[in-house]
């Protein structure tokens, strides 16, 4: 069955980085759009980045600039590298499977971010 295993979050201070990964097995990887979501406590989830399957890309107004979101097709992983990390990105952030010929996404556990001013 499908698996998404986001590993990479911690605690950072703000201004520093963090690179996230999101390993996906179970899944024709390269024909499936990526995206990495984020859940504040007490808000609800939103769309970070996302990257198709034909690589474009697009991010949130509040990250652009600040995070890249990739793919290597190779090892079936997506990563986003966060840079000026800012308090308000502090989160459990989620990665996220999508294909036309599913019923619903799929998505992984989560993986906490917390970033400290």
């Known amino acids: 069955q499908v698996q998404l295993v986001e590993s990479g979050g911690g605690l950072v201070q703000a201004g520093g980085s963090l690179r996230l990964s999101c390993a996906a097995s179970g899944i024709a990887f390269s024909i499936v759009d990526m995206t990495w979501y984020r859940q504040a406590p007490g808000k609800q989830r939103e769309l970070v980045a996302r990257i198709t399957k034909g690589r474009s890309t697009n991010y949130a107004d509040s990250v652009q600039g600040r995070f890249t979101i990739s793919r290597d097709n190779a090892r079936n992983a997506v990563y986003l590298q966060m840079n000026d990390l800012k308090p308000e990105d502090t989160a459990v952030y989620y990665c996220?499977?999508?294909?036309?010929?599913?019923?619903?996404?799929?998505w992984g556990q989560g993986t906490q971010v917390t970033v400290s001013s």
């Open positions: 996220n499977a999508a294909y036309w010929g599913w019923a619903t996404s799929k």
